[in-house]
């Protein structure tokens, strides 16, 4: 299996879960978390398979909040 070239991390408690993020990926591993909510009330987004991430940072440039970091593999 081929390693992954990215890790995103999301910063829950300020997420408010409006799927931008999961309508932007392009590989298509981000979702809001159905079965989570934060301390606001919302469903955070997450990534349900970070071997597939490319790193290409679309979640965290589409995100209005800035909760979203990605970190680029070598």
Request: proline share 4%; aromatic share 4%.
């Amino acid at each position: 299996m081929a390693k992954a070239r990215g890790r995103v991390e999301f910063d829950t408690g300020r997420c408010k879960g409006c799927a931008l993020c999961v309508i932007a990926c392009p590989v298509k591993i981000v979702e809001l978390e159905k079965d989570k909510i934060n301390s606001k009330g919302y469903h955070p987004a997450g990534v349900k398979d970070m071997e597939k991430c490319i790193a290409c940072t679309n979640c965290a440039t589409i995100c209005p909040d800035l909760v979203i970091s990605v970190y680029k593999q070598d």
